[in-house]
């Protein structure tokens, strides 16, 4: 990214824009840059930014009651979900949708001279409210304008990343997780909580009580939104049993196993052989002359098959 028309107040940019290797402009407005993406969000997140803009002034007074009607403390359960990231006082840390900073708080104050958290969300009240919420911890914390589901970080910077209370309502959930996953280093870990009904009490009285008052207790469990790289996946539930914390380490692509062991047995060949060596079959005389051949041989279907086409394939091409 390159700086252009730079306004400098006392040694620090207050106003300019940032040009993106696209051509994109980023806004920069009282020092801090608007890195909401896209420019036009969807009509779910427009929505859901206009409620949060709108609530920012009450959240923090009524927010204690998400804990209190469970009898849950809430600071007892912020401790636990940050637990699971697993921090060093160096940690850098990404928090998505940190809000008013309830947990940016405690998150940060976990941290030493060298750690650094990052504090990221959509709306700039509720992140006018954290950073004044920041002036309080030692803690580097830097603020970041910006969307949960496009975050403007390179892959690997983080060594965790936390999230709760939002993602739910995310325009791409799944894209959040991936993204969560990508700016995480392998190793790292990901929390992310939010409510959800669990499936066995959506219909008790408790289950429809709840959901009849806050209809976001609607929302299904992302568990399809994972993202590949989700390893040791946990899930619990929490406050009341009503909200879920999934927490994995992140891998690298795909989670790998040993497929090319030879599986004993008549069948024989091995997990690979047995997925990527599909032919297009034989009629059931041809299988069974087969099955025949190979038990004389006192071979494996797959040893016995993979000679046989050797050689007709070698004999074929004149090899
Ligand atoms: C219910 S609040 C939770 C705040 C905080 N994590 C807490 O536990 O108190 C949800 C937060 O998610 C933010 N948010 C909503 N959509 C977002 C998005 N697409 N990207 C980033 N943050 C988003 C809202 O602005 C709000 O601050």
Redo the contacts with the bound molecule.
């Keep these: 990214m390159r700086l252009s028309d730079p306004v400098m107040v006392g040694g620090e940019i207050t106003s300019g824009v940032l040009l993106g290797s696209g051509g994109n402009r980023f806004d920069i407005r009282d020092g801090l840059p608007n890195l909401v993406f896209p420019f036009e969000l969807p009509r779910a997140?427009r929505d859901?930014?206009q409620v949060?803009e709108d609530r920012a002034e009450v959240?923090d007074r009524y927010?204690p009651l998400t804990f209190s009607t469970y009898g849950e403390d809430e600071q007892a359960v912020r401790n636990a979900m940050i637990d699971k990231l697993n921090l060093r006082p160096d940690s850098v840390v990404l928090e998505?949708?940190?809000?008013?900073g309830?947990?940016s708080e405690i998150i940060a104050r976990r941290l030493g001279p060298d750690g650094r958290l990052y504090i990221?969300?959509?709306?700039p009240s509720?992140l006018a409210r954290n950073i004044e919420r920041m002036r309080g911890v030692d803690a580097k914390v830097e603020p970041a304008l910006?969307?949960?589901?496009y975050l403007p970080f390179a892959d690997n910077s983080f060594d965790a990343c936390y999230?709760?209370?939002?993602i739910n309502?995310?325009?791409d959930i799944k894209r959040a997780f991936a993204e969560m996953a990508r700016v995480t280093k392998p190793g790292g870990k990901v929390v992310v909580g939010d409510e959800s009904m669990p499936p066995w009490l959506r219909d008790t009285e408790f289950g429809k009580i709840l959901m009849n008052s806050n209809p976001e207790f609607r929302y299904p469990l992302p568990l399809d939104k994972l993202p590949i790289e989700a390893r040791k996946t946990r899930l619990e539930w929490i406050i009341g049993g009503v909200f879920y914390v999934f927490d994995f380490e992140v891998g690298e692509g795909e989670p790998g196993a040993d497929f090319d062991f030879a599986i004993p047995g008549a069948r024989g060949g091995t997990h690979r052989t047995r997925y990527f060596g599909q032919l297009e079959g034989v009629t059931p005389e041809a299988k069974q002359l087969a099955q025949q051949a190979r038990a004389k041989m006192n071979k494996s279907m797959h040893q016995w098959l993979d000679e046989v086409i050797r050689e007709a394939a070698r004999r074929d091409l004149g090899d």
């Design positions: 997140d859901a930014l949060y959240y927010l998505t949708g940190a809000g008013t309830r947990d990221q969300d959509l709306s509720f910006a969307n949960g589901y999230h709760f209370g939002g309502a995310f325009g």
